[in-house]
């Protein structure tokens, strides 16, 4: 036998042969030795010992397997990552068309998706009168003012590359004719959808759950999904996801937690 017990048994076996040893009668110097009479341990005492012993060696093998139980661990890692070619759908719309405004105007918009945004003046009903106009607009938390002349005929127009979530508002006077302009915000926009597989393998020592991520720039996507993977097994995922723009990204499948199943 061997293991963590071992020394204690040792203790134990020490232990009952030294009380043999002393529970052997001992000479007298004066008196010829009596006859030997072998002691024995009482009843209560053996039936002690051996509680003790299966005491620890219950414990012992419990303790030790739970030990050896919580030391196996589940090691999923992604692998055969396939990121497929993008479809990208580009659109132009108006984000905001207030038509026809008479001085003075305003205008307060924040972005759904990144791209670029124009501020347009148009004043091409008018066939002889230009306008003037004057404009206060804040961008990205950066204020401005501008003046311009918008002709009979045309438009005038500002423009901004702006992100997700980011916000654009001011207000303008319009002077000439019935000091009146078109205004709209035009939005040039682009998402794209990707599809992409992968492979989970699990060298580890324990079947495990796990859950996959894909990251776009090294940072979290909006998609992930659990896995169940079974030691020394794989299991094939693939996901869809539509980005908000059609710049170029790393894409990559990551774990990002993981637990013994």
């Given at each position: ?33 009596p ?39 589940p090691?999923?890692?992604?692998t ?15 984000a ?26 148009d004043n ?21 003012s ?24 001011g ?57 169940y ?33």
């Open positions: 036998m061997s293991g963590p017990l071992t020394p204690i048994l040792l203790i134990v076996w020490k232990l009952l042969v030294g009380q043999m040893e002393l529970s052997q009668p001992q000479p007298s110097g004066i008196y010829p030795p006859q030997d009479k072998p002691r024995r341990f009482s009843r209560n005492a053996l039936i002690g010992i051996i509680i003790i012993i299966a005491t620890l060696l219950a414990a012992g093998g419990y303790g030790g397997n739970r030990i050896y139980q919580d030391s196996l661990q090691n999923v890692q992604a055969a990552v396939n990121i497929g070619t993008p479809s990208t759908s580009p659109s132009s719309s108006n905001v068309n207030d038509g026809r405004v008479t001085s003075p105007g305003s205008f307060d918009y924040t972005t759904s998706l990144p791209g670029t945004y124009t501020l347009v003046w091409i009903f008018s066939v002889i009168t230009s306008k003037s106009v004057s404009v206060t607009y804040t961008v990205s938390g950066s204020t401005h501008h003046s311009f002349t918008v002709q009979p005929g045309h438009n005038y127009e500002l423009s901004f590359n702006l992100g997700n979530g980011d916000r654009v508002y207000n303008f006077a319009v002077s000439g004719g019935s000091n009146d302009v078109n205004f709209y915000i035009t939005a040039q926009t682009c998402t794209e959808t990707v599809s992409f597989s992968f492979t989970l393998v699990n060298p580890g020592s324990a079947n495990g759950f796990a859950t996959a991520r894909l990251l776009e720039d090294g940072k979290d996507t909006t998609w992930s999904n659990r896995y993977v079974p030691q020394s097994g794989q299991v094939q995922g693939s996901g869809t996801i539509t980005l908000s723009d059609c710049a170029s990204h790393i894409l990559s499948v990551s774990i990002s937690t993981q637990g013994k199943a």
